[in-house]
C-alpha cells in the first residue's frame, strides 16, 4: 500500500542527501549514476522546450559512468 509522506519534500530529500553523504541509512532509492542520467534527460527536456528545437542527450564520458553506478 501507498503511504502519504509527512512533512516537506524537500526537507525530507535533502536531509536523505545529507544523511547519505554522511553514511547514514537513508531513503534515496535510485543510485547516482542513474540520477546523473535522469538530471541530463531533464535539463535537455527543459533546454529543448525553452529553445524550441531538439536537443541531443548523449551518453556521459566521465568516470562516474565508468564505474557502473
Known amino acids: 500500500p501507498i503511504q502519504k509522506a509527512e512533512g516537506d519534500p524537500f526537507v525530507r ?5 545529507v544523511d547519505a553523504v554522511q553514511g547514514k541509512p ?3 532509492r535510485a543510485p547516482y549514476g ?10 535537455a527536456a527543459s533546454r529543448s522546450a ?3 528545437r531538439m536537443i541531443e542527450v548523449t551518453s556521459p564520458q566521465s568516470p562516474i559512468s565508468s564505474r557502473g553506478q
Not at 34 to 43: C, D, P, V, Y
Open 50 to 52: 525553452r529553445e524550441g
Open 13 to 17: 530529500e535533502d536531509r536523505d542527501f
Open 26 to 28: 537513508n531513503q534515496i
Open 34 to 43: 542513474e540520477a546523473i542520467k535522469t538530471h541530463r534527460l531533464a535539463t
